[in-house]
């Protein structure tokens, strides 16, 4: 089993940034190397939604934050982060740090087999 643990959200005004890290750990986890490694978001009222993604082959991110949102891994530390700049109202939301056991860029929610709890952003105008 694998547990994701996620911190780094808060309240921000528009145009700041944060740093959102999500740690994985479990006594059946394998290499952290091969599991793509996504964040998620759902903000209230709506569907929970991809924001990025990474593999060791790359990174893939949703239009809605692409330039602004930039998602990166430590292997050595089993940690992945999501950093966020020019911050929009329209960000906030919980946000979701997800895996996947693939090498594979996987953008679907259905792929990904573990899930934290999430960590709440909230952006105000």
């Known amino acids: 089993q694998v547990q994701l643990v996620e911190s780094g959200g808060g309240s921000v005004q528009a145009g700041g940034s944060l740093r959102l890290s999500c740690a994985a750990s479990?006594?059946?986890?394998?290499?952290?190397?091969?599991?793509?490694m996504g964040w998620f978001r759902q903000a209230p009222g709506k569907e929970r939604e991809f924001v990025a993604t990474?593999?060791?082959?790359?990174?893939t991110y949703a239009d809605s934050v692409k330039d602004r949102f930039t998602i990166s891994r430590d292997n050595a530390k089993n940690t992945v982060y999501l950093q966020m700049n020019s911050l929009k109202p329209e960000d906030t939301a919980i946000y979701y740090c997800?895996?996947?056991?693939?090498?594979?860029?996987?953008?679907?929610?259905?792929?990904?087999?573990?899930w934290g709890q999430g960590t709440q952003v909230t952006v105000s105008s």
């Open positions: 997800a895996a996947a056991y693939t090498r594979s860029i996987r953008v679907a929610q259905g792929n990904y087999d573990y």
């Open positions: 479990g006594r059946t986890f394998s290499s952290f190397s091969n599991y793509a």
């Open positions: 990474i593999t060791w082959r790359g990174d």
